[in-house]
């Protein structure tokens, strides 16, 4: 009996295998005219899973504490699922045009998996699985295009950075077991202090979950595999996979870490700042959209740590929260970028020029990411950053939200340039025409805007959050 | 529903009935029957509120509370007092006339148009600093793209420059608004509640500069005030007269409301560094305008003289100065609106704002010429209207401070009445009188139907406030009561 309840603590992990292998028999076994239902498929089962994850869910621990879920962690893979069912329909249309749907949703829900084990992770063991898991075939997605040069260059450059950053995190690990001599969190909680071996394996370990959040400095991959990956690729790296380990690193940091706060603090305050610097400065001159979208993902990164340095109840809470609108605004924007370049095969800003004439409402769309974005009311990322802004405050650190504050007014100018190229520079010779974008990517955008526009609005979602998150 | 939430409703439903309708006739329609809505909404909360007063001894009136964000105490609180009540009625009129000055523009600007009305709206009627701090920046992002896609001249560096300058303001009031929730120990955002606690000395002195920096860039407080004449020439009309008109009062009422309102011991303390910046302001203001050519420039500065003014009095900390401040938000208001409404209309013909192109337009266009005559007279203080009226009231309650610092600044101000003077007999002698400069200016047309309801309803205002400004005043110095008490 036990055997069985402890498999039904795992049913989001469960029903994601069952997609991931229907999908891959049915990949394998179609022929032609089967073919053409894929997508379909892929997507409705995939809905299936995304639904079925609202479900109420329970507390428990499966496997000797591997495994532990909540509903905290229920809600998390719920935010990834949603980020992930968005990214697959906004990659309809160009993965008709490539003619490999298979591999793809077999590798994305691959990636999605380990990251589902890395937010349920009770042990480092399991968490670093997770990681791998959900790494190695990152790199395979951002080569996905390996014809183009610059998809191959993405596809190396992430695997090359990701074994060296999981070797790093490894070697960490190694510190905290030889200092703790378990590699449970329940157990390492108690026995973890401020002495320099298990510094040293918190900051290793650390920097391992930094590379995949891309915190400066370990943020130098980020803007060349953005740019290189397929559009979808980089939607689903910039939003679900950076989802994926903050949420890994809040639930470290909280249940593990919690001793050693006072060294975490510091390390943050000044990683946050940096990050959300250097991310606003480097996105200012970026002439390409993906690679502009890169450096705000990582400015946004800082915001985040932001609410993660207090390790309050309130901080977790905005943390969530703010990754949830994140998702809604960035995958907004990277569904406009995918109709755009779907159409005309253009990245550049500039072929955004006049795009207000040609096609309002995939610019209204891209307003309201965009000043989400920006953390412009009434839109969600307002409230999101507000809330961040809030938890850092009720700390006392004022002169922080000061100085990000005055950041976000630095991003709002860069923001700005994209709004100034769609409604009032003039539309070029070669401008993008009217663009009839398929189902999948209008209702994924309808979804969220949807989001955006709602999530601020009722109060109702953060106070959920609010109810199952727990502080230090 | 409470009235109060009718003024964010009603422009939410005509921007909702933009989206859907497309036809010129419709949006104009949509446009005059909200904003004519909007103009009897007001008269009717006057009239209400007027008839409660009376009866009820609360702050507050018309008050609504719904808990919005429980575990942060965000409410959405509404409730006004005399002042708002004043102010929602000049935003209202300013939208209304507004709508005529913009006859031509398409649907996407009035939907901007109708957004920033909702946040102009929903400031004034918030009593929580998180709703107020909400509709405060809703009501800076549509100028962006208001003055960037329909503006003229160098527009886009304008309307960059003032959406980065406005938001760098708003960074500070966020950061104070947190710092007032944080440090008091309330147990809600609403003002009448963290006006019970006390800030301790010590975060007072970081957050009284703070909020009154961050209102105060709105308020063009010298030297911040740099965004305001390149954001007002750049503009289209009914924005200028939207930005000036309103847009720069919620500086004012935001530094009185929140900065002083809630830290009057910082206030007391620390008026006099703002004292001195808005002194410069006033002078340094009018003496701008007197050396520019565009008149549109002219107009810009001679707001920030008179929102320095504003600001000015407000510093002074006692009632009279106060009073003469809203009085001089109000006709700064309505002026300044009238003011914008007869450039656009004379730039919309001429195709120049340049006062050394333009001579003898009081022949050509009488109707605009005697307006603006009106409009130039009651900025330069004419008695029986409403500027004199508003600086009279200033001046004499800067005048009660009796010690030097106090009488010097409050004399240095004064002397900018003299100097606005000479700006605007000069523009007037300038365009309006003398020869045409330019002979195809001979053939152009008078005001147009729409252009005139938009000036004579402002006139009619500037001179009801200046021959009956009793009953405004009287309405205005029972608001201050309490904020006085607390200054005590």
């Known amino acids: ?472 | 529903m409470n009235i109060l939430s009718a003024f964010v409703v009603v422009p939410l439903a005509m921007l909702l009935m933009l989206f859907v309708c497309r036809r010129t006739s419709q949006i104009r329609a949509i446009m005059v029957a909200g904003a004519s809505a909007l103009v009897a909404l007001a008269a009717v909360l006057a009239a209400l509120f007027v008839q409660q007063r009376a009866v009820s001894p609360d702050e507050m009136l018309f008050v609504s509370d719904l808990v919005w964000y429980k575990s942060l105490n965000i409410h959405y609180t509404v409730g006004v007092d005399g002042i708002s009540v004043l102010m929602l009625a000049l935003s209202a009129i300013i939208v209304f006339t507004g709508v005529f000055s913009s006859w031509h523009m398409p649907r996407e600007y009035f939907m901007w148009y109708c957004l920033l009305a909702i946040g102009v709206f929903g400031f004034f009627i918030s009593i929580d600093l998180f709703t107020m701090f909400l509709f405060y920046e809703v009501a800076l992002i549509p100028m962006y793209l208001l003055i960037g896609v329909w503006g003229t001249g160098r527009k886009e560096y304008s309307a960059m420059k003032l959406t980065l300058m406005l938001m760098a303001g708003s960074a500070f009031l966020l950061v104070g608004i947190l710092g007032i929730y944080f440090t008091s120990g309330a147990t809600s955002m609403s003002m009448l509640e963290l006006a019970k606690q006390h800030i301790p000395m010590l975060h007072q002195y970081w957050i009284f500069p703070a909020t009154f920096l961050g209102f105060g860039v709105l308020g063009a407080l010298f030297p911040f005030h740099t965004w305001s004449p390149d954001g007002h020439a750049s503009a289209p009309t009914a924005v200028s007269m939207l930005h000036a008109g309103v847009l720069m009062k919620l500086g004012g009422y935001g530094c009185f409301r929140v900065a002083i309102g809630l830290m009057p011991e910082a206030a007391h303390e620390l008026s006099w560094i703002f004292l001195i910046l808005t002194g410069i302001s006033v002078v340094y203001g009018a003496l701008s305008a007197v050396v520019q050519t565009d008149l549109k420039y002219i107009n810009a500065y001679s707001s920030v003289s008179h929102c320095g003014l504003v600001l000015f009095a407000i510093l002074m900390l006692n009632r009279t100065a106060m009073t003469g401040a809203v009085l001089q938000m109000l006709s700064h208001g309505l002026m300044t609106a009238l003011f914008f409404a007869l450039i656009g209309l004379i730039y919309g013909r001429t195709h120049t704002r340049d006062i050394r192109e333009m001579g003898g337009l009081m022949k050509v266009m009488p109707f605009a010429a005697v307006c603006y005559v009106i409009a130039g007279l009651a900025s330069l203080g004419l008695p029986f209207l409403s500027g004199f009226v508003a600086e009279m009231t200033v001046f004499v309650g800067a005048f009660q401070h009796t010690d030097t610092f106090h009488r010097v600044l409050t004399i240095v101000a004064t002397c900018s009445i003299v100097i606005t003077a000479v700006y605007i007999l000069r523009t007037v002698g300038k365009i309006l009188y003398g020869p045409v400069q330019d002979e195809h200016h001979l053939h152009l047309s008078d005001a147009a139907w729409y252009e005139r309801i938009s000036a004579v309803g402002l006139i009619i205002f500037i001179a009801m406030l200046g021959m009956f400004p009793y009953g405004v005043s009287e309405l205005i110095s029972q608001s201050l009561e309490p904020i006085i008490a607390r200054l005590m």
């Open chain 1, 1 to 472: 009996m036990s055997f069985f309840s402890d498999f039904l603590l795992l049913r989001q992990e469960i029903s994601l295998m069952a997609v991931f292998l229907v999908l891959f028999m049915y990949d394998i076994l179609s022929s032609g005219r089967g073919k053409a239902y894929f997508h379909l498929v892929a997507c409705a089962l995939f809905g299936l899973h995304t639904a079925l994850g609202f479900l109420p869910a329970e507390s428990g621990s499966a496997f000797g504490g591997m495994y532990v879920t909540s509903p905290l962690t229920a809600l998390m893979k719920n935010i990834l699922s949603i980020g992930t069912f968005v990214v697959l329909m906004q990659a309809s249309r160009w993965l008709r045009v490539s003619g490999k749907q298979g591999e793809f949703y077999v590798i994305i829900l691959s990636t999605l998996l380990g990251m589902n084990f890395m937010v349920s992770a009770g042990s480092f063991m399991l968490l670093y699985i997770g990681i791998e898991m959900a790494s190695l075939p990152m790199a395979c997605l951002a080569a996905f295009d390996k014809y183009k040069e610059k998809s191959a260059e993405a596809g190396v450059k992430y695997i090359l950075l990701a074994a060296l950053s999981s070797g790093i995190m490894l070697f960490g690990l190694s510190f905290l077991y030889g200092a703790t001599g378990s590699m449970y969190f329940a157990n390492m909680q108690s026995l973890i202090d401020a002495a320099p071996i298990a510094v040293l394996g918190f900051v290793l370990f650390f920097v391992g979950l930094a590379f995949k959040i891309s915190v400066v400095p370990f943020h130098l991959w980020t803007a060349d595999v953005y740019e290189g990956a397929p559009t979808s690729v980089t939607a689903y790296l910039s939003v679900v996979s950076k989802g994926a380990a903050v949420f890994a690193l809040v639930f470290t940091l909280w249940q593990v870490f919690g001793a050693i706060s006072e060294v975490w603090h510091h390390l943050l305050w000044g990683l946050s700042l940096v990050t959300i610097v250097l991310g606003n400065l480097f996105a200012i001159g970026q002439k390409d959209i993906k690679r502009f979208f890169a450096f705000s993902s990582i400015s946004q990164a800082g915001f985040i740590l932001l609410g993660v340095m207090g390790g309050t109840e309130q901080g977790m809470t905005a943390t969530v929260y703010f990754v949830l609108v994140y998702l809604f605004s960035n995958l907004a924007a990277f569904g406009v970028i995918s109709a755009v370049e779907n159409e005309s095969g253009r990245t550049d800003i500039a072929a955004y020029n006049g795009l207000f004439r040609s096609n309002p409402k995939l610019t209204f769309v891209m307003t309201l990411a965009v000043f989400s974005l920006a953390g412009i009311p009434p839109f969600a990322g307002f409230f999101s950053k507000f809330f961040i802004f809030a938890a850092a405050a009720e700390q006392g650190e004022y002169l922080l939200v000061f100085l990000a504050l005055i950041n976000t007014v630095i991003s709002l100018f860069y923001y700005l340039l994209v709004i100034r190229a769609m409604f009032i520079n003039p539309a070029e010779e070669s401008a993008v025409g009217k663009i009839r974008s398929g189902g999948y990517i209008r209702l994924s955008l309808a979804l969220c805007t949807a989001g955006i526009l709602l999530v601020g609005l009722l109060s109702g979602i953060y106070e959920y959050v609010g109810g199952i998150s727990f502080g230090i």
